[in-house]
């Protein structure tokens, strides 16, 4: 049987701190297989990122503890890779862009070298041939290729995330990590990146996982969605049923705290109260503090994910009882 | 800052307990020794001119370090140094972080020209290395104790202004202090009520670390026959005049060369585990 | 870019004149005829007069200032009591000493100081971290008259290796080298290992291991260009300290240098030469400063935004 590209197994992930112990990854299960585009959505705080950094076997250490589980890359646990066989997959087959562009570039190099590192490393290209490679690269995305030896601060936040993408996209990798690539942009220039974006995945037929909180992009980009709350996988299944039939009444919040224009209504609806704690993280299921369907079962013990179709899964008591 | 974690905190950090008991030490014995020294520290007898040490063979009454080039016992001297150093180096910490800190608070408070003035008077100051300007000041002026402090603190006052300038820039715009400028309070309140309070923990930090700066310089002062003037002893001046000698008698510049290195070190202990504490993240 | 240089330039020469200012009244606030602290103490009546005139004692302070300055522009510096020579001729006959014995005592220090701060920070908490922490703090807690005269006992004394004091051969340089170099290793080992524990945290370092990068390549060049910032202005600041002559260093190996020139000038009561040692020293300084805040201009173009 062949291996799905990644698979996330019961994920555990905890942060230490002098103070507390944040649960970041309570037992998350997730799958991308080759080719397909995921959008993993959720509030901020519900474990996107930490999601994103294990797949890279990248957690801050050492205030990262991983408390079970497993990542798979290809069948193999990436937490058992050599240090060598990691960054042979890091940036080569696995690539990622980061959400802030205006942190993730280091100020002290010019655009040019932060790109032709990743072709030195991977593609062994000499250092002239690294610099023309990426002269192509940021022209893909959009840039003079004569800006190579400018430094970050010379860019805009847009141009910088623009390098950013041309950086990881620099070895045609096999999946593609997208951690809220527009969040920390305009507007207009959100719009702009995600075009660019749909166009280049159209053009290099990449795996896709786009972390972000707004469904929108997610319709735009995926074909599968899964929804995150509190360090676990909630609701799973393709972009069409699940934003059509939501089953999680986190979910159904979430697609309702999207004002619609389409619809007459004089309300925006907004889910009650705060995301969970994830220092205290409530027992049972972790949203059943905010949830109007809350009963008792629910305060005592985590759901289980439950199959609805083929096409969807979702994790909450409510769907079993048939309610 | 909660209790329970500050203590946390100083209980793990060894270098705090090293340098706290270190200093504890080296503050009672060099303050008390008047009560249990057996010689005087100041007045020469050739008779026992480089006794070697003696170590407790003779118990107290011996000379339990040897004695230097005139006959004094050394570790009276070296108490008695320690006293000295010890008080000239609080004394002058204290003078010039509350002149740099005043001027500090200044500058960063009300900004524009008063703090270009300040602030380029500290790089005047940062342009002639610390202990040339103090040699030149000294030069001039003459050396007496009063004279010392005085240019140990001129010396020295720039650190703090630097330090208090830029942590007032970093708050005065915060809103409890635009707060308190819209309910009309005084400037003076302001700076010293509103400002002041919310950045002690580095001036704390500064304070520390800056005692055994101090006994440094005053050693180099004294070494050079600029600081403490004899017939009272430095440790300082104790190497220097014990230096001709090394090769025959090493105790008398072994000895306060040890002090001196055990007492600044504590002081940096200390210095260095009390901003483990009190901001672990500027480490 | 030219305009922060240029920038910085003008405040170099307002720190200068200030400089000026400041020797320029130090003399004046001895006790006494400025002109008798300018003169050996066995001048004649006739000299002392002349004097008072070349200083212009009879007239207003400014214009005293004004003739000082003037002096200074056209290189002036006053003449020696002790040497009967111009002083700038004595303090550039003593740099090379000092300039060798700076160059020495850095290269020492921070061969020393930049791997172990680097190593520190990257394994902080061990025991390498430890270590190297404990370094530092014997380091700056060292006072280097100690640190000479312990050097001098261990090498000179009891090991017979290298020669207590003196100047000229390549033995001569070690000892004084090490003490200069100590202290400076302990400063820059705290700023490198504290410069590398910051970066690491930062996001770009992810991104760079995200890129495949290895560690290694990271600890000796995506992190440690950013780590070094902070070094260069500290280190530079140092270099500059120690270019004003190591003072005590100088004395105890007896090293012919700005230092020990000063050293002497007080002793002997020449004013005019601690004068202008003090300003040379300054316009040095500065002068060091200046090309340090050039160089991390260079390194993080960020500077001149600011």
Same mark, same amino acid.
């Given at each position: 049987m062949?291996?799905?590209l990644i698979?996330i197994k019961?994920?555990k992930?905890?942060?230490?701190?002098?103070?507390a112990?944040?649960?970041?990854?309570?037992g998350?299960?997730?799958?991308i297989?080759?080719?397909?585009?995921?959008?993993?959505?959720?509030?901020?705080g519900?474990?996107?990122?930490t999601?994103a950094?294990?797949?890279l076997?990248?957690?801050a250490k050492?205030?990262a503890?991983i408390?079970g589980g497993?990542?798979?890359y290809?069948?193999?646990?990436?937490?058992?890779?050599s240090e060598?066989?990691l960054?042979d997959i890091?940036?080569?087959?696995i690539?990622m862009?980061?959400?802030n562009? @205006?942190?993730s570039l280091?100020?002290v190099f010019?655009v040019?070298e932060q790109?032709a590192?990743v072709?030195r490393t991977?593609?062994?290209l000499?250092?002239?041939?690294?610099?023309?490679?990426?002269?192509?690269?940021?022209?893909?995305v959009?840039?003079a290729s004569?800006?190579l030896s400018d430094y970050p601060h010379q860019?805009?936040g847009?141009?910088?995330q623009?390098?950013?993408?041309?950086a990881?996209l620099a070895c045609?990798?096999e999946?593609?990590i997208?951690?809220?690539?527009t969040?920390? %942009?305009?507007?207009t220039?959100q719009?702009?990146?995600?075009?660019l974006?749909k166009?280049?995945?159209d053009?290099y037929s990449t795996?896709l @996982?786009m972390?972000?909180?707004?469904l929108?992009?997610?319709s735009?980009l995926c074909?599968k969605?899964?929804?995150?709350?509190?360090?676990?996988?909630i609701e799973?299944?393709?972009?069409?049923e699940?934003f059509?039939y939501?089953?999680h009444?986190y979910?159904?919040?979430?697609l309702?705290?999207?004002?619609r224009?389409?619809v007459?209504?004089?309300h925006?609806?907004v889910i009650?109260?705060?995301i969970?704690?994830v220092?205290?993280l409530?027992?049972g299921?972790?949203f059943h503090?905010r949830?109007a369907f809350?009963?008792?079962e629910?305060?005592?013990?985590?759901?289980?994910?439950?199959?609805i179709?083929d096409?969807?899964?979702?994790?909450?008591?409510?769907?079993e009882?048939?309610? | 800052?909660?209790k329970? @974690?500050?203590?946390g905190r100083?209980? !793990?950090s060894?270098f705090?307990i090293v340098?706290?008991i270190g200093?504890?030490?080296?503050?009672?014995?060099a303050f008390t020794s008047p009560?249990?020294?057996?010689?005087?520290?100041?007045?020469?007898?050739l008779?026992?001119?480089?006794?070697?040490?003696?170590?407790?063979?003779k118990?107290?009454?011996?000379h339990i370090?040897?004695?230097?080039?005139?006959? !004094?016992?050394?570790?009276t001297?070296?108490?008695?140094?320690?006293?000295?150093?010890?008080?000239i180096?609080?004394?002058?910490?204290?003078l010039?972080a509350f002149?740099g800190?005043v001027?500090g608070?200044?500058?960063?408070y009300f900004?524009?020209?008063?703090d270009k003035i300040?602030?380029?008077?500290?790089d005047?100051?940062?342009?002639i290395?610390?202990?040339i300007?103090?040699i030149?000041?000294?030069?001039?002026?003459?050396?007496?104790?009063i004279?010392?402090i005085?240019?140990m603190?001129i010396s020295r006052w720039?650190q703090?202004?630097r330090l208090?300038r830029n942590?007032v820039?970093?708050i005065r715009n915060k809103?409890?202090?635009l707060?308190s400028?819209a309910?009309g309070a005084?400037?003076?309140h302001?700076m010293?009520?509103q400002?002041f309070?919310?950045?002690?923990?580095?001036?704390?930090?500064?304070l520390s670390q800056?005692?055994?700066q101090?006994?440094?310089m005053?050693?180099?002062?004294?070494?050079l026959n600029?600081?403490i003037q004899?017939?009272l002893?430095s440790?300082?001046?104790?190497i220097a005049?014990g230096r001709?000698y090394?090769?025959s =008698?090493?105790?008398v510049v072994?000895a306060?060369?040890?002090?001196l290195m055990l007492?600044v070190?504590?002081f940096?202990?200390l210095?260095d585990?009390?901003r483990?504490?009190l901001d672990?993240?500027q480490? | 870019m030219?305009k922060?240089i240029l920038?910085?330039?003008?405040?170099?020469?307002v720190?200068?004149?200030?400089?000026?200012l400041?020797?320029?009244? %130090?003399?004046r606030l001895a006790p006494?005829?400025?002109?008798?602290m300018?003169l050996?103490d066995?001048?004649t009546?006739e000299e002392?007069?002349?004097m008072?005139? =070349?200083l212009?004692?009879?007239?207003?302070?400014?214009v005293?200032?004004?003739i =000082?300055?003037?002096g200074?522009f056209?290189?002036?510096?006053g003449?020696s009591?002790?040497?009967?020579?111009?002083?700038?001729?004595?303090?550039?006959?003593?740099?090379p000493?000092t300039a060798?014995?700076?160059f020495?005592?850095?290269?020492?220090?921070?061969l020393?100081?930049i791997?172990?701060g680097?190593?520190a920070?990257?394994k902080?908490?061990?025991?390498?971290?430890l270590s190297?922490m404990t370094?530092a703090?014997?380091?700056?807690s060292m006072?280097?008259v100690?640190?000479?005269?312990?050097?001098?006992l261990?090498?000179s004394?009891?090991?017979?290796?290298?020669?207590? @004091?003196?100047?000229?051969?390549?033995?001569?340089?070690?000892?004084p080298a090490?003490?200069?170099?100590?202290p400076?290793a302990?400063?820059?080992? !705290?700023?490198? !290992?504290?410069g590398?524990?910051?970066?690491?945290?930062?996001?770009?370092?992810?991104?760079t291991?995200?890129?495949g990068i290895?560690r290694?390549?990271?600890?000796?060049?995506?992190?440690?260009?950013?780590a070094?910032?902070p070094?260069?202005t500290?280190?530079?600041?140092?270099?500059a300290? =120690?270019?004003g002559?190591?003072?005590v260093?100088?004395?105890?190996?007896?090293?012919?240098g700005l230092?020990a020139?000063?050293?002497s000038?007080?002793g002997?009561?020449?004013?005019?030469?601690?004068?202008?040692?003090l300003l040379?020293?300054a316009v040095?300084?500065?002068?060091v400063?200046?090309?340090?805040?050039?160089?991390n201009?260079?390194v993080?173009?960020?500077?001149t935004?600011n």
């Amino acid at each position: 049987m062949e291996h799905a590209l990644i698979e996330i197994k019961d994920l555990k992930v905890e942060f230490k701190t002098e103070r507390a112990t944040a649960y970041a990854l309570n037992g998350v299960n997730l799958e991308i297989k080759k080719g397909e585009s995921l959008g993993l959505v959720g509030e901020a705080g519900a474990g996107k990122t930490t999601t994103a950094l294990s797949i890279l076997n990248l957690l801050a250490k050492p205030a990262a503890h991983i408390m079970g589980g497993d990542v798979l890359y290809k069948g193999t646990s990436v937490f058992s890779m050599s240090e060598k066989k990691l960054r042979d997959i890091r940036g080569k087959e696995i690539s990622m862009i980061f959400q802030n562009p @205006l942190t993730s570039l280091n100020p002290v190099f010019t655009v040019g070298e932060q790109i032709a590192m990743v072709l030195r490393t991977h593609k062994n290209l000499g250092k002239k041939e690294a610099f023309q490679e990426a002269g192509k690269l940021l022209e893909t995305v959009g840039i003079a290729s004569y800006r190579l030896s400018d430094y970050p601060h010379q860019f805009s936040g847009g141009m910088r995330q623009r390098v950013g993408i041309a950086a990881s996209l620099a070895c045609n990798p096999e999946l593609l990590i997208a951690d809220e690539p527009t969040t920390a %942009l305009d507007v207009t220039i959100q719009a702009q990146i995600l075009e660019l974006m749909k166009d280049l995945q159209d053009k290099y037929s990449t795996s896709l @996982l786009m972390i972000t909180h707004n469904l929108g992009i997610i319709s735009e980009l995926c074909q599968k969605v899964a929804v995150m709350y509190a360090g676990r996988i909630i609701e799973y299944g393709t972009v069409k049923e699940v934003f059509k039939y939501p089953a999680h009444p986190y979910t159904k919040g979430l697609l309702g705290a999207i004002p619609r224009l389409d619809v007459d209504s004089d309300h925006l609806e907004v889910i009650p109260g705060n995301i969970a704690n994830v220092h205290h993280l409530p027992s049972g299921c972790k949203f059943h503090p905010r949830c109007a369907f809350c009963k008792k079962e629910c305060e005592q013990e985590e759901p289980a994910m439950n199959r609805i179709n083929d096409n969807h899964y979702v994790a909450c008591y409510i769907n079993e009882g048939g309610l | 800052m909660d209790k329970k @974690l500050l203590f946390g905190r100083i209980k !793990r950090s060894k270098f705090f307990i090293v340098g706290g008991i270190g200093v504890f030490f080296i503050i009672i014995l060099a303050f008390t020794s008047p009560l249990f020294v057996s010689f005087d520290g100041t007045t020469s007898s050739l008779m026992e001119r480089f006794t070697p040490p003696e170590g407790f063979s003779k118990g107290l009454a011996g000379h339990i370090l040897g004695t230097d080039q005139l006959g !004094r016992d050394i570790l009276t001297r070296i108490l008695l140094g320690a006293r000295i150093s010890l008080s000239i180096a609080i004394i002058c910490v204290a003078l010039s972080a509350f002149i740099g800190t005043v001027l500090g608070l200044i500058a960063g408070y009300f900004g524009g020209a008063v703090d270009k003035i300040i602030m380029r008077t500290c790089d005047v100051f940062l342009s002639i290395p610390s202990l040339i300007l103090a040699i030149a000041i000294m030069a001039v002026l003459g050396t007496s104790i009063i004279n010392l402090i005085t240019v140990m603190v001129i010396s020295r006052w720039v650190q703090y202004a630097r330090l208090m300038r830029n942590q007032v820039m970093v708050i005065r715009n915060k809103e409890f202090v635009l707060a308190s400028k819209a309910f009309g309070a005084s400037h003076w309140h302001i700076m010293f009520k509103q400002i002041f309070v919310n950045i002690t923990t580095p001036l704390i930090i500064l304070l520390s670390q800056q005692i055994g700066q101090m006994i440094l310089m005053e050693s180099s002062l004294s070494f050079l026959n600029m600081g403490i003037q004899p017939p009272l002893p430095s440790w300082g001046s104790m190497i220097a005049n014990g230096r001709s000698y090394i090769a025959s =008698y090493p105790w008398v510049v072994v000895a306060p060369g040890i002090a001196l290195m055990l007492t600044v070190l504590s002081f940096n202990f200390l210095g260095d585990g009390l901003r483990d504490i009190l901001d672990p993240k500027q480490k | 870019m030219g305009k922060y240089i240029l920038r910085r330039l003008g405040a170099t020469i307002v720190v200068l004149f200030f400089a000026t200012l400041i020797t320029f009244i %130090l003399i004046r606030l001895a006790p006494g005829n400025p002109a008798l602290m300018m003169l050996a103490d066995s001048a004649t009546p006739e000299e002392i007069a002349a004097m008072e005139a =070349y200083l212009g004692l009879d007239k207003p302070v400014i214009v005293q200032y004004l003739i =000082y300055i003037a002096g200074i522009f056209k290189g002036d510096f006053g003449t020696s009591i002790m040497y009967q020579r111009p002083c700038i001729d004595i303090i550039l006959s003593r740099l090379p000493a000092t300039a060798l014995l700076t160059f020495a005592g850095c290269t020492v220090g921070l061969l020393v100081a930049i791997p172990l701060g680097v190593l520190a920070g990257v394994k902080q908490g061990s025991m390498v971290d430890l270590s190297a922490m404990t370094f530092a703090l014997l380091g700056q807690s060292m006072a280097t008259v100690w640190l000479a005269v312990l050097l001098v006992l261990i090498f000179s004394v009891h090991l017979g290796w290298l020669p207590a @004091l003196g100047y000229g051969t390549f033995k001569h340089l070690i000892l004084p080298a090490i003490t200069i170099g100590f202290p400076l290793a302990s400063q820059t080992t !705290r700023l490198a !290992r504290s410069g590398m524990v910051d970066v690491l945290k930062e996001d770009y370092i992810t991104s760079t291991y995200a890129k495949g990068i290895s560690r290694r390549q990271v600890y000796t060049k995506y992190a440690f260009k950013n780590a070094m910032l902070p070094v260069i202005t500290i280190v530079g600041l140092q270099i500059a300290g =120690y270019l004003g002559g190591a003072v005590v260093t100088e004395q105890v190996f007896s090293w012919p240098g700005l230092g020990a020139l000063m050293v002497s000038a007080i002793g002997n009561r020449d004013y005019p030469l601690v004068q202008s040692t003090l300003l040379v020293v300054a316009v040095m300084v500065s002068l060091v400063n200046l090309i340090v805040d050039i160089i991390n201009c260079l390194v993080d173009r960020r500077m001149t935004l600011n």
